[in-house]
T-cell receptor, first 114, second 113 residues
Framework: EAGVVQSPRYKIIEKKQPVAFWCNPI?????LYWYLQNLGQGPELLIRYENEEAVDDSQLPKDRFSAERLKGVDSTLKIQPAELGDSAVYLC????????????FGEGSRLTVL | DAKTTQPPSMDCAEGRAANLPCNHSTISGNEYVYWYRQIHSQGPQYIIHGLKNNETNEMASLIITEDRKSSTLILPHATLRDTAVYYCIVRVLRGGGADGLTFGKGTHLIIQP
């Protein structure tokens, strides 16, 4: 079974440019998460989707970040315009209603803003 | 969710048991203890979780103290591939669904050859 797939794996852009990340969760997983991980820190939740509905976006900087999950499957995370401080790894994870509550993570998208 | 305290780093010799401690003194009665690990350049990976009983699976064992204020993750025979950051997380499991994880900085475990 395929895991959570993210792309691109690496992205280098100049500040003020837009960037988008794509995530394909594990088939059948209705919950999808986007996390931000700065160097040397643990991941921080940006947004959580239940199917197509964003149920927790309290930590998403809405002035420049946006996300969508059309049809409740794939999701995109966009930054416009990017700032130097946005350089980080963006992780996507998915889960389904289970007794373990396990989250399955992708390998992440590493963003470098110059 | 309750906060956890972990040592920032630990070393362990290859082939020996690695014992990673975690303090969660403010844990609530309905909060589970979860362990994830993150190998360099990969996403976090689930290891094990428990409520109050000790748990064991093919990857590790989880020992939770009787008062539930601390726990220890045990990797019985550490290999070089176990070098990673290990996160101890406590959380409520609501309605069978998962409402996310709150990560700290974790413990960087280095397995020495």
């Amino acid at each position: 079974e395929a895991g959570v797939v993210q792309s691109p794996r690496y992205k280098i852009i100049e500040k003020k440019q837009p960037v988008a990340f794509w995530c394909n969760p594990i088939s059948g997983h209705n919950t999808l998460y986007w996390y931000l991980q700065n160097l040397g820190q643990g991941p921080e939740l940006l947004i959580r989707y239940e199917n197509e509905e964003a149920v927790d976006d309290s930590q998403l900087p809405k002035d420049r970040f946006s996300a969508e999950r059309l049809k409740g499957v794939d999701s995109t995370l966009k930054i416009q315009p990017a700032e130097l401080g946005d350089s980080a790894v963006y992780l996507c994870a998915s889960s389904f209603a289970s007794n373990t509550g396990e989250l399955f993570f992708g390998e992440g998208s590493r963003l470098t803003v110059l | 969710d309750a906060k956890t305290t972990q040592p920032p780093s630990m070393d362990c010799a290859e082939g020996r048991a690695a014992n990673l401690p975690c303090n969660h003194s403010t844990i609530s009665g309905n909060e589970y203890v979860y362990w994830y690990r993150q190998i360099h350049s990969q996403g976090p990976q689930y290891i094990i979780h428990g409520l109050k009983n000790n748990e064991t699976n093919e990857m590790a064992s989880l020992i939770i103290t009787e008062d539930r204020k601390s726990s220890t993750l045990i990797l019985p025979h550490a290999t070089l591939r176990d070098t990673a950051v290990y996160y101890c997380i406590v959380r409520v499991l609501r309605g069978g669904g998962a409402d996310g994880l709150t990560f700290g900085k974790g413990t960087h475990l280095i397995i020495q050859p």
